[in-house]
């Protein structure tokens, strides 16, 4: 299945007909809370290896290859698959997907974030969930990179609208 359109969105809706319980953070969930920002990878938080594992299948559905597996990973110290375009054809702008598995972090718990997750719903009436303002804030302080640090500080400071603008479960 070769995906050319607006790949994020394809990649999320094929998610959602899934009924994958994962959350779309980095600076996708940025953007789709209105903060001006693009980029070309999609990140996908999951709590469990079955819903991991479907998301790797789904990635593969998409042509991408996997490029990276890491236990421990470089993002929140826990684990982490990117899946891309294969690097032997690389194109100007790669279509890219890391998978991270995240149980528990000192402040953050999928368990307690699934509850209080934010639908947004697609115009073909599946629903996919972003983490509520202060789980991604929280996540994004477990991360510390500066761009996390730039969006914490947006964040805080359209926090009241966000929540209005997106209600949690």
């Not at 809370?33 to 990635?59: F, K, M, R, W």
């Not at 598995?101 to 629903?127: H, M, Q, Y």
Request: glycine share 4%; with cysteine; aromatic share 10%.
């Amino acid at each position: 299945m070769n995906k050319r359109g607006i790949f994020s969105i394809e990649f999320i809706r094929r998610t959602a007909e899934e009924k994958i319980h994962s959350f779309v953070i980095g600076r996708q969930a940025m953007a789709v809370y209105g903060a001006p920002t693009a980029t070309n990878g999609l990140d996908l938080l999951v709590v469990s290896e079955p819903e991991e594992q479907h998301l790797c299948s789904i990635a593969e559905e998409f042509d991408l290859v996997k490029v990276l597996e890491e236990t421990g990973g470089i993002i929140y110290h826990k684990k982490q698959i990117r899946y891309a375009d294969d690097p032997k054809y690389p194109i100007h702008q790669p279509r890219i997907v890391d998978i991270l598995t995240i149980p528990r972090l000192r402040s953050f718990s999928f368990e307690v974030a699934w509850k209080r997750r934010v639908p947004i719903c697609l115009d073909d009436g599946n629903t996919f969930y972003l983490p509520y303002v202060d789980d991604l804030i929280a996540l994004k302080r477990a991360r510390n990179h500066l761009r996390d640090k730039e969006d914490i500080s947006w964040l805080k400071r359209n926090r009241k609208d966000l929540i209005k603008l997106f209600p949690s479960c």
